[in-house]
Nanobody, 125 residues
Framework: QLQLVESWGGLVQPGGSLRLSCTAS????????IGWFRQAPGKEREGVSC????????DYADSVKDRFTISRDNAQNTIYLQMNSLKAEDTAVYYC??????????????????WGQGTQVTVSS
């Protein structure tokens, strides 16, 4: 069974940092581009960041550029999202998703075949 499990969400004060992880089981991430998405209450799910299968190409939404960093450790079958300078508007459930193939090619949800269950990130004082 193909699974992705996100970890290390939580409550953080504005200006703080969190590092999310996304670990795969049942398949190897070597041949998948991975995206991070988020959905805030009352809002549509949006793409946040994406990384190519070998890690050479990354992409970020304008709202998180220069604050978030995506990385991957294929040996550990894990993807990371380092989130710095967090703002209240970053509060959301964060999901990782796998897209078969080398490149992300955007954030169309239907292109990502495997999804995690999500982890809550709350930024509040």
């Amino acid at each position: 069974q193909l699974q992705l499990v996100e970890s290390w969400g939580g409550l953080v004060q504005p200006g703080g940092s969190l590092r999310l992880s996304c670990t795969a089981s049942g398949f190897t991430l070597d041949y998948y581009a991975i995206g991070w998405f988020r959905q805030a209450p009352g809002k549509e799910r949006e793409g946040v960041s994406c990384i190519s299968s070998r890690g050479g190409l990354t992409d970020y939404a304008d709202s998180v550029k220069d604050r978030f960093t995506i990385s991957r450790d294929n040996a550990q079958n894990t993807i990371y999202l380092q989130m710095n300078s967090l703002k209240a508007e970053d509060t959301a459930v964060y999901y990782c998703a796998a897209r078969e193939g080398r490149y992300c090619s955007g954030y169309l949800s239907a292109a990502f075949g495997v999804w995690g269950q999500g982890t809550q990130v709350t930024v509040s004082s």
